[in-house]
C-alpha cells in the first residue's frame, strides 16, 4: 500500500513538473482554447435546448433534428478548432528560439 502512495505522489510531483515547463504565453494559448471549447459546448447547449423546446412545442421531427445536428456541428467546430489551437501552443515551446 505505501509503494502505491510513494508511486501516486510521485506520478503527481512528476506531472507539476511537466505543466511548470510550459511557457506563460503556451499557457494563455491554451487557455484560450479551452474558452472557445467552452464557448462552442455553451451555444450548442442552447440550440439543443431550442430543440427541445420546439419538439416539445410540436415542430416538425426535420426541423428537431435539424437543430441538433447544428448543435452537435458548433460542438465539433469548437472542438476542432481548439485542438488547433492547443496543438499550435504546443509546437510554439518545441520551435528554436
Known amino acids: 500500500m505505501k509503494s ?3 508511486t501516486a505522489l510521485l506520478a503527481s510531483t512528476l506531472a507539476l ?3 511548470a515547463c510550459d511557457s506563460k504565453k503556451e499557457n494563455a494559448d491554451e487557455a484560450t482554447a479551452n474558452a472557445v471549447r467552452e464557448s462552442g459546448e455553451a451555444t450548442a447547449a442552447s440550440i439543443d435546448a431550442q430543440a ?3 419538439d416539445a412545442s410540436g415542430a416538425p ?3 428537431v433534428d435539424a437543430m441538433k445536428n447544428k448543435a452537435e456541428g458548433v460542438r465539433d467546430a469548437a472542438d476542432s478548432k ?3 489551437m492547443e496543438n499550435n ?3 510554439k515551446d518545441k ?3
Open 17 to 19: 513538473g511537466l505543466a
Open 89 to 91: 501552443a504546443d509546437n
Open 61 to 63: 421531427g426535420a426541423k
Open 82 to 84: 481548439a485542438d488547433k
Open 4 to 6: 502505491i502512495f510513494k
Open 52 to 54: 427541445a423546446g420546439a
Open 95 to 97: 520551435a528554436p528560439q
